[in-house]
Nanobody
Framework: QEQLVESGGGLVQAGGSLSVSCVAS????????MGWYRQAPGKQRDFVAR???????NYADSVKGRFTISRDTAKNAVYLQMNSLKPEDTGVYYC?????????WGQGTQVTVSS
């Protein structure tokens, strides 16, 4: 069964750093794009960052200069390093992997930034 497993996250004070990781199962073969969305309580799921297979990246304006997405194609994994965190970064972070079959989602990992 295809799956994405996230890890990391947790609770941090404003200004601190956290990282989240996501590993895709081997039957999610060679995703063209991997990335992250987040969802705050009572709000829609919003784009955070993505990385294409060739290494090109895109970020939401709200996280540019603070978050860094990276990828390890050998491990079928994607990572998000989050620095200078703000309370508004709080939410459940979901990774995704896009293939020619469709988009797969992880189960989400909680990130909470206290003020």
């Amino acid at each position: 069964q295809e799956q994405l497993v996230e890890s990391g996250g947790g609770l941090v004070q404003a200004g601190g750093s956290l990282s989240v990781s996501c590993v895709a199962s081997r039957n999610i073969f060679n995703p063209a794009v991997m990335g992250w969305y987040r969802q705050a309580p009572g709000k829609q799921r919003d784009f955070v960052a993505r990385i294409v297979h060739d290494g090109r990246t895109n970020y939401a304006d709200s996280v540019k200069g603070r978050f860094t997405i990276s990828r390890d194609t050998a491990k079928n994994a994607v990572y998000l390093q989050m620095n200078s965190l703000k309370p508004e970064d709080t939410g459940v972070y979901y990774c995704h992997a896009d293939t020619n079959i469709g988009r797969y989602w992880g189960q989400g990992t909680q990130v909470t930034v206290s003020s």
